[in-house]
């Protein structure tokens, strides 16, 4: 059973920087290429892909909004995907999830209805 847990999130001032985790078990992570994506919910909004990365040779798509600010990389070795943010802003408030699929290939998609995994996700609160 393919397992994620998110980690890191915090209340920050504006201006600050934040790096979110999320460990990935219950697949091979280095062998096997699939998509592992962030994702934010703020109140009264849809759910939102921000960053994908690929498990194998680490290939990455970012919505726009967040391109320059945003960095999703990863740890293979201890199979987990990470995101830094820089210059948080007030709108970055949300609730931050990382995804993934059963799929063994690596299609980078932002759109939430794609994945089948989910974690439980973890709280970013920024303050101006």
């Known amino acids: 059973q393919v397992h994620l847990e998110e980690s890191g999130g915090t209340s920050v001032q504006a201006g600050g920087s934040l790096r979110l985790s999320c460990g990935v078990s219950?697949?091979?992570?280095?062998?096997?290429?699939?998509?592992v994506t962030w994702f934010r919910q703020a109140p009264g909004q849809e759910r939102e892909g921000v960053a994908a990365?690929?498990?194998?040779?680490?290939?990455?798509k970012y919505t726009d909004s967040v391109k320059g600010r945003f960095t999703i990389s990863q740890d293979t070795a201890k199979n987990t995907v990470y995101l830094q943010i820089n210059e948080l802003k007030p709108d970055d408030t949300a609730m931050y999830y990382c995804?993934?699929?059963?799929?063994?290939?690596?299609?980078?998609?932002?759109?939430?209805?794609?994945?089948?995994?989910w974690g439980q996700g973890t709280q970013v609160t920024v303050s101006s």
């Open positions: 995804a993934t699929d059963d799929r063994r290939y690596c299609y980078l998609s932002l759109i939430a209805s794609v994945y089948k995994y």
């Open positions: 219950g697949y091979s992570y280095s062998t096997s290429p699939r998509s």
């Open positions: 990365i690929c498990t194998i040779g680490g290939s990455t």
